[in-house]
């Protein structure tokens, strides 16, 4: 097993144990590609939910220009769902699991085709 198909099964358990939530394994996979390099780096795999700047990112590059919502204030509202979900405690709330419940959230299914 490689170390990206390890980050996918670690991110399906976050979903099961932590959100209470059955992962799509093919979305998951398509997510977690989609973040690209960033889920080999201990910094970049994360999302600081107490950093302002850290979710405007996550608003701005992934909601508006990957998902391509219109900003509103339900984006600042979803991201904030999905990090009381994950459980604000959680030190280590991974991006591909953040992306996948907000992708989930809005039906943006589609854009991992």
Known sequence: MGKRDELIAQYADDLRNKCGMEPDMALLTKV?????????NADASTVAGSQPAELETVKT?????????????????????AIETY???????????????????????????
């Open 32 to 40: 977690t590609i989609g973040c690209g390099p960033a889920i080999y």
């Open 61 to 81: 590059n992934f909601l508006m220009k990957k998902l391509g919502l219109a900003d509103g204030p339900e984006l600042m509202d979803a991201i904030n769902s």
């Open 87 to 113: 459980g604000k405690s959680e030190r280590n709330k991974y991006r591909a699991v953040i992306y996948y419940m907000l992708t989930k959230r809005f039906g943006k299914e589609s854009v991992y085709g």
